[in-house]
């Protein structure tokens, strides 16, 4: 009896031992795993801030960017260049555009490109090239870029100024429409007639046509073409504010590199007549959209022998995108008993489409 009860006293106390091993080994499993997930994180966020070094040579790869989301702070990766397409680019790298604000100065000699509230701008304030036309300034936390566009201007180089949240670039266009990509927008549509003539002729009927030309001679060339609406119908739907926002939405999503809205113009007084072209300033691509809106102002005033009411700045939510240039040509007043017998013609809609044509051909022949 008491042999056996030893031998049994002994089983519970080896189950206790190797029941404490099996959790010391969990345990310790555990303890390694969390020092490495630690470790690693760690790494990630140690690695936007140190040894950011600027590339010297335009194939440097950008850093990558942890896939859990933007940082919450933001810091400069870098400088690259590269090719995509026909097309060139030089591209600022950063973690998270987003918190901070992005200035551009776009002037005859140069693109002045600044960027606030950067982290790890100190590191860099010894550091005045980054590749060829472009150098650094650095104050406090604000990074400056120029960019020397007077190479560009000898050879009317086109190009486009592009933000997106990790990144802001300078996108050199190749010549001609190959590939192109281009949005043109009929004003109006559906329940929305636009201004209406003395005969009662709609806007959106007249431009219509126009655009489907349009449409037509630009791929005859390469260049990508969509448009906000092929028939009679308001594209989005909501308010008519709600339906400008979205069609320069729309723009975007596409990528596009151009955007054309397609108007007539109206007044309460009818003697007002002509032609004028809308550009916005005030936006990344401001001085390119000026020089298309000058060429379509000028190609159109000649076709039409119209009164020419010149290149007009406005603010108009059409003309807003960010990434890409934007006109908006007035073509003729529908208001207007002259200008309206013009738009009334069996051939105002070829005629106009392939005016508006010979002015983009123009402005990407360089």
Do not use: C, W
Not at 6 to 12: A, E, Q
Not at 24 to 33: A, E, G, K, R, W
Not at 167 to 196: C, M, N, T, W
Not at 244 to 260: P, T
């Amino acid at each position: 009896m008491r042999n056996r009860n030893l031998f049994t006293r002994k089983r519970p106390t080896n189950k206790k031992k190797l029941l404490t091993l099996f959790f010391l080994l969990i345990s310790f499993s555990i303890f390694i795993f969390l020092l490495s997930f630690l470790n690693s994180q760690e790494e990630s966020t140690s690695s936007l801030k140190r040894k950011l070094k600027i590339p010297t040579d335009s194939k440097n790869v950008v850093q990558e960017i942890p896939k859990t989301g933007l940082p919450q702070e933001n810091y400069f990766l870098g400088v690259t260049g590269f090719q995509e397409g026909t097309n060139n680019f030089i591209r600022f790298n950063f973690t998270n555009l987003e918190k901070s604000e992005v200035k551009v100065v776009d002037s005859k000699e140069n693109i002045k490109i600044t960027v606030t509230n950067v982290q790890n701008a100190a590191e860099f304030s010894n550091g005045s090239h980054l590749l060829s036309h472009v150098t650094i300034d650095v104050k406090g936390q604000t990074i400056t870029f120029l960019l020397d566009k007077r190479p560009l201007e000898g050879r009317g180089q086109r190009y486009l100024i592009q933000q997106a949240p990790q990144y802001i670039q300078f996108k050199l266009l190749s010549p001609g429409l190959e590939g192109k990509r281009i949005v043109i927008d009929p004003g109006h549509g559906g329940i929305d007639p636009g201004a209406v003539g003395s005969t009662g002729i709609t806007e959106k009927e007249v431009v219509l046509p126009i655009a489907l030309k349009l449409k037509g001679l630009l791929e005859e060339k390469g260049a990508e073409v969509i448009l906000t609406r092929y028939s009679d119908e308001r594209p989005f739907p909501g308010t008519y504010h709600n339906d400008l926002i979205k069609r320069v939405e729309f723009a975007a999503n596409f990528n596009a590199d151009m955007f054309i809205s397609l108007h007539n113009n109206a007044n309460d007084i009818k003697s007002v007549r002509g032609i004028e072209t809308l550009y916005n300033a005030n936006t990344f691509n401001g001085l390119q959209s000026r020089e298309l809106a000058i060429l379509v102002q000028q190609h159109l005033v000649s076709a039409f022998g119209a009164r020419d009411r010149g290149v007009v700045n406005r603010n108009s939510i059409q003309l807003r995108g960010k990434n890409f240039i934007s006109v908006l040509p007035e073509i003729l007043f529908i208001t207007n008993p002259e200008d309206e017998k013009i738009i009334l013609r069996a051939d105002f809609a070829e005629k106009a489409a392939q005016t508006l044509f010979n002015a983009i051909k123009e402005y990407y022949s360089n």
